[in-house]
């Protein structure tokens, strides 16, 4: 069979995406990064992915977020990314954004886990084969380690920059001390962090109330959220029940007995003030993290192209009244998971 050859739409940048600096920095990132945590792993079919990023890219979103233990399949994830890139977008490269990250668990022993610099960098390492790319824009460390002495970790993203296998480096889900350290270090060394990833959503806001976001824009970098939707909570997808091929059904990351009674009404209340808006309830929970001030891009992950042109929307619909923001911030407040 001969592979279809990919010719991006010429219109690309004129499909609505908008573009958002990075902190301090000179790096642009699309309101929308196209996140491959769940959806892209050896489960999933590769004429499926490799439609999903093709649309991604002809709609603007020029942001990838990938981790070396993406999959299911650790790693099958990245190697997704390196079919599809190799056969699509080589000649696109330099309009891509590429992250990476490493910090979880990927292989047995001692050496594959954690923030040492011979895990971080083993793992670019393998991370730069499975995705057939010469370097990443931005290489994370995924987590804290609370042994690894934090210079250790620091500066091996250094020297992943200085190597040339990553133009920036960012910070995933560190503690707020531990990352006013990292920011210091690593402005000091040259290399100033460009990002810091962690969860954000109208049910989970630990970082506007632990003081992570305030830290992160006092010192200039950009803030990338994922899990936008909570685990697909914050959609209409469980108003009428739990589907059969649902998050929950899976009883990993969302439990059946997480949707109650409570948490449907309350749903239910924010899928009528989407529907006033002319959203769907997953279109606003996205524009509601891109109104946020100090966000430069939001995650979302999708398991078709129609999954991804529903949340391409929610760049159209940013701006909430007063109002609004009140009712929907109320019945979010009430929803425990």
Same mark, same amino acid.
């Given at each position: 069979?001969i592979?279809?050859? /990919? ?10 995406m ?14 929308? &990064? ?13 004429e ?28 099958t ?22 992250? #990476? ?16 610099r ?40 250094v ?21 006013? /350290? ?7 060394h ?32 950009? /803030? ?14 469980? +108003? ?5 091929? #649902? ?11 997480? +949707?109650?009674?409570?948490l ?17 309830l997953?279109?606003? &929970? ?21 999954q991804?042109?529903? #949340?391409?929307?929610a ?23």
């Amino acid at each position: 069979m001969i592979e279809d050859i /990919f010719k991006a739409d010429s219109k690309r940048y004129e499909a609505g995406m908008e573009y958002r600096r990075s902190g301090r920095s000179g790096i642009l990132l699309s309101e929308i &990064s196209l996140g491959f945590w769940h959806n892209f792993g050896e489960t999933a079919p590769l004429e499926r992915s490799k439609d999903i990023m093709r649309y991604a890219f002809d709609h603007g979103i020029t942001s990838f977020d990938l981790a070396n233990n993406y999959g299911p399949g650790y790693g099958t994830a990245e190697e997704t990314f390196g079919y599809v890139y190799d056969k699509s977008f080589r000649p696109y490269r330099d309009e891509m954004f590429v992250a #990476s990250k490493a910090g979880y668990d990927m292989w047995p022993g001692p050496y594959g886990n954690w923030g040492s610099r011979k895990y971080l960098m083993a793992s670019i390492n393998q991370s730069l084969r499975r995705t057939k790319l010469d370097y990443f824009d931005v290489f994370y460390s995924h987590r804290y380690d609370p042994e690894t002495p934090l210079e250790e970790t620091l500066q091996a993203l250094v020297d992943i920059v200085r190597m040339g296998k990553a133009l920036y480096v960012g910070i995933s889900r560190w503690p707020v001390e531990a990352t006013k /350290f990292a920011f210091d270090y690593l402005r000091e060394h040259d290399t100033p962090c460009l990002i810091f990833q962690d969860r954000l959503n109208l049910i989970d806001r630990r970082v506007e109330s632990d003081g992570t976001l305030a830290c992160v824009r006092e010192n200039g970098c950009g /803030f990338i959220a994922f899990s936008p939707l909570a685990q697909g909570v914050l959609t209409n997808r469980y +108003i009428n029940g739990i589907p059969s091929d #649902s998050r929950a059904m899976q009883q990993k990351f969302l439990k059946t007995s997480q +949707i109650s009674d409570d948490l449907v009404a309350n749903i239910t209340e924010l899928n009528e003030i989407a529907l006033r808006r002319g959203q769907s309830l997953a279109q606003m &929970s996205l524009s509601w993290v891109l109104a946020h001030p100090g966000v430069t891009s939001v995650i979302i992950g999708c398991s078709s192209v129609a999954q991804l042109e529903d #949340s391409l929307q929610a760049v159209k619909s940013k701006n909430f009244t007063a109002e609004e923001l009140t009712s929907i911030e109320e019945i979010a407040a009430r929803i425990k998971l």
